[in-house]
């Protein structure tokens, strides 16, 4: 399968600690964003990478909230001390940016579902 | 700035009813316009897409016209399945924003009643 993969796809965890998500993208993108979507929402947008390099960060994204994609491939999504109002999906998505033939399409992965107790 | 706005839902039909979920947009620039559906517990999956002005995109019976003059894409199928049942988002993304980022509708949730 060449999509968008997420990893882990659940994770509960207790109030206060810390997870990590992974995101491998399609191979050939060099674009790769993270959203977050609560039940009943849609997806809100939280950082995107071109290749390695951190390019926008929203204001959402709180300082307890990194991501990093040190290789311009996978990405990782960390949060530390978690809080229950962190308890959503996080939806990884990648695209290949720059030429004509570009139409902004975005790929998405199946996402990691956080539930903080 | 860029927006999307789509009906609110739920929307109830009964299978084989016709389906329309409106989505109308603005942008300052050249948008590309998207649907995307959502599965229960699954993640975002493209539906359809239109690049251009009188661009029609099709994909498992649904379409949507992209009409630059009423600023809309609506969403319709002829005959909804019960498996249709899903959230549906319209989104853009303008060409002339270096990010790409995708502006999304709020989602439309069908259910389709057997």
């Known amino acids: 399968d060449t999509g968008v993969s997420q990893d882990p796809r659940h994770k509960i965890t207790k109030r206060g600690q810390n997870v990590t998500f992974r995101c491998d993208p399609i191979?050939?993108?060099?674009?790769l964003y993270w959203y977050r979507q609560t039940l009943g929402q849609g997806p809100e947008f939280l950082t995107y990478?071109?290749?390695?390099?951190?390019?926008?960060k929203s204001r959402l994204l709180s300082d307890r909230f990194s991501a990093e994609r040190p290789k311009g491939s996978f990405s990782t999504l960390e949060i530390q001390r978690t809080e229950q109002g962190d308890s959503a999906m996080y939806l990884c998505?990648?695209?290949?940016?720059?030429?004509?033939?570009?139409?902004?399409?975005?790929?998405f992965g199946e996402g990691s579902r956080l539930t903080v107790l | 700035g860029n927006s999307v706005t789509q009906m609110e839902g739920p929307v109830t039909l009964s299978e084989e009813a016709f389906l329309t979920i409106n989505c109308t947009y603005t942008?300052?620039?050249?948008?590309?316009l998207f649907w995307y559906v959502q599965y229960p517990g699954e993640g975002l999956q493209l539906l359809l897409k239109?690049?251009?002005a009188d661009d029609k995109g099709s994909n498992k019976g649904f379409e949507a016209t992209y009409r630059k003059e009423t600023t809309s894409f609506h969403l319709e199928k002829g005959s909804v399945q019960v498996s249709d049942s899903a959230v549906y988002f319209c989104a853009l993304s303008d060409r002339l924003d270096s990010n790409y980022q995708l502006i999304w509708g709020a989602g439309t949730k069908l259910i389709i009643k057997p």
């Open positions: 998505a990648s695209s290949q940016s720059g030429g004509l033939l570009n139409t902004g399409e975005l790929f």
């Open positions: 990478f071109q290749n390695e390099a951190q390019l926008e």
């Open positions: 239109a690049t251009k």
């Open positions: 191979s050939e993108h060099n674009r």
């Open positions: 942008a300052t620039g050249y948008p590309s």
